[in-house]
C-alpha cells in the first residue's frame, strides 16, 4: 500500500515536472548533439556507403539491430558493411549505455565495474570517457563498417553536408589534425548517445504508472535482480538505468548458432590480451578470475530488443528470466564457460506466477514515442 501511494505521489511530481518542463522539452538538442546525431545516421563512415551507427542500433527500436529483433531465433549477430561478415556478440543498445564508467576494479564490489561493449574493452582510460572511446571501434572495425583508416573518416567528414557544424562545434581548425579530429567525431557521437533523444526516460515506470501485477514484479525484481540491474538512482542522481555496470558471470550456455566463432571469455579475454600487449591500459595478472564475465545489460526497453545475452541465446524474456532463476536444477544446457559461475543467480526459487509478474514488471520499462524528458546527466 505505502508502495503505491509513494508512486502515486511520485506520478503526481513527475506529471507536474512535465507541466513546468514543458518548455525545455521544446528546446532544440545543442548543436554538438545535433552534429552526433548527423554523424549516428550517416552510411559514409562504412567503406560502401552501405552501414551508419544507426543500422545496428536503430532508433525506431530502443538503438539495436533491428534484423535480430525481428528474427531472434535465427538471427543474433549483426552482418558487416561487406555484406557478409559478422561478429560474436548482439548489439547491445546504445541508449543509457553511457552512464558506465572508466572501467576499474572496485574494491567495495570485489569486482570490475564500468568500460563499454560487453566485455568492457572501451576502458574509458584513452579519451576520459568509454562511450566516446567506443565509438571510434566500429568505423575501423573489418566486420563492422569497414573502413580504411582515421584518415578516410574524417576525409567524410570535411565533405559532410554538415561540416560547417563541425566546424562551429571543434574550431575552425579542428580538422587539420586527423586524430584530434577523429577524437571528436567520437565525442560528438557520444553526446548525442547521451541526448534526451536517445535517452528519454519515459517509460511507464518513469511516470509511476504500474499496476497491482507490474507493482508486484517491481517488489520481486527489487528482492531477486536489482543486486545487479540496480533498481536505485544512477550517477549523478538519474533515474534507475538497472545496471550497476559490473560484470558477471550467469553461466549462458553456448549458442549453436555461434559454433564457429570459439569460447567467449568476455571481461577475462579482454583483460588476458590487454596484460599480454606491450602497453596494458588495466593490466591485471589474475585475468583467469574475469573469464565469462559480461557486463550486466540495462533493463531500459528489455521488452523490444530481443533477442537476450551477449550471445543472443534465448529469443524470449521470459525464457531469459527463467533461466535467471533456474540455471542450477539441470534442465538447461551446460554453461558456455564453467569458471567463476555467479550463485546469486540460477536457483531464486521464483514460482511461474512470480516469473511472469517479474516480465510484467519489465514491460513498463519501455520508453513511450517522442521527446522524453531526459536527464542532465554529464
Ligand atoms: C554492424 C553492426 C554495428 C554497427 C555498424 C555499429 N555497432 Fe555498436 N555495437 C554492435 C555490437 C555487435 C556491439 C557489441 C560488441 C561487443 O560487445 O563486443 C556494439 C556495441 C556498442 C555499444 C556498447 C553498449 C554497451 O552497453 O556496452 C555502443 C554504445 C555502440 N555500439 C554504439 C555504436 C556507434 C556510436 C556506432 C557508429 C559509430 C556503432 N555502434 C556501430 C554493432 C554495431
Ligand atoms: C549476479 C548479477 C545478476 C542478477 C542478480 C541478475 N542478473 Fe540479469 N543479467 C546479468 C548479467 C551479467 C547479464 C548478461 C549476461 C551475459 O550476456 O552473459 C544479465 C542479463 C539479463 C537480461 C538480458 C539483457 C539483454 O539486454 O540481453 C535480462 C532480461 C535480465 N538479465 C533480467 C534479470 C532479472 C529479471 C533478474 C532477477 C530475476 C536478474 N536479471 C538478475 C546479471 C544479473
Given amino acids: ?27 532544440p538538442l545543442t548543436k554538438m548533439e545535433r552534429l552526433g546525431k548527423r554523424m549516428f545516421m550517416d552510411p559514409n563512415y562504412s567503406r560502401n556507403a552501405t552501414q551508419s551507427c544507426n543500422t545496428c542500433h536503430d532508433k525506431r527500436l530502443a538503438y539495436v539491430d533491428p534484423a535480430n529483433v525481428a ?46 561493449f560487453w566485455d568492457g574493452r572501451a576502458t574509458g582510460w584513452i579519451l576520459g570517457d568509454p562511450l566516446a572511446e567506443q565509438a571510434q571501434g566500429p568505423p575501423l572495425n573489418p566486420v563492422e563498417m569497414n573502413m580504411p583508416s582515421k584518415e578516410a573518416v574524417v576525409e567524410v567528414i570535411r565533405h559532410a553536408p554538415y561540416v560547417g ?15 584530434e579530429a577523429y577524437d571528436d567525431f567520437a565525442r ?18 518513469d511516470a509511476g504508472d504500474l499496476n497491482g501485477q507490474e507493482l508486484r514484479g ?28 559490473s560484470y558477471h558471470n550467469i553461466g549462458l550456455p553456448p549458442n549453436p548458432l555461434l559454433a564457429d566463432k570459439g569460447k567467449d571469455l568476455g571481461l577475462g579475454g579482454f583483460l588476458e590480451k590487454d596484460y599480454e600487449s606491450s602497453s596494458p591500459i588495466i593490466g591485471d595478472a589474475n585475468y583467469q578470475a574475469q573469464y565469462g564475465k559480461f557486463k550486466v545489460p540495462t533493463l531500459r526497453n528489455i521488452a523490444l530488443t530481443a533477442p537476450y545475452g551477449h550471445n543472443g541465446y534465448f529469443s524470449s524474456l521470459r525464457e ?18 564453467e569458471e567463476n559461475l555467479d ?5 531464486m526459487g521464483l514460482s511461474e506466477q512470480e516469473i511472469d509478474d517479474i516480465v510484467a514488471f519489465l514491460h513498463t520499462l519501455t520508453d513511450s514515442r517522442g521527446h522524453g524528458r531526459g536527464h542532465g546527466g554529464r
Avoid at 169 to 179: A, K, R, T
Avoid at 220 to 245: E, I, M, R, V
Fill in 71 to 116: 528474427d531472434p531465433d535465427n538471427s543474433v549477430v549483426s552482418i558487416g558493411d561487406d555484406g557478409v561478415s559478422t561478429g560474436d556478440r548482439n548489439s547491445p543498445t546504445a541508449a543509457y549505455a553511457g552512464y558506465s564508467p572508466k572501467l576499474h576494479f572496485d574494491t567495495q564490489k570485489g569486482g570490475y565495474v564500468g568500460g563499454m
Fill in 218 to 245: 517491481f517488489e520481486l525484481f527489487k528482492a531477486n535482480c536489482s543486486k545487479c540491474h540496480s533498481a536505485d538512482p544512477g550517477p549523478g542522481g538519474s533515474p534507475a538505468l538497472f545496471t550497476d555496470y
Fill in 320 to 337: 531469459m528470466v527463467s533461466f535467471h532463476n533456474s540455471r542450477d536444477n539441470g534442465s538447461w544446457p551446460a554453461p558456455e564457460v
Fill in 343 to 347: 550463485h546469486d543467480v540460477g536457483n
Fill in 165 to 179: 557544424l563541425f566546424l562551429q562545434v571543434f574550431g575552425p581548425d579542428s580538422l587539420n589534425d586527423v586524430d
Fill in 188 to 205: 560528438a557521437i557520444a553526446a548525442f548517445e547521451r541526448s534526451r533523444w536517445v535517452q528519454k526516460f519515459s517509460s511507464r515506470f
Fill in 1 to 27: 500500500m505505502i508502495i503505491k501511494r509513494t508512486l502515486v505521489l511520485l506520478s503526481f511530481c513527475v506529471s507536474t515536472l512535465f507541466l513546468i518542463n514543458t518548455a525545455a522539452l521544446a528546446a
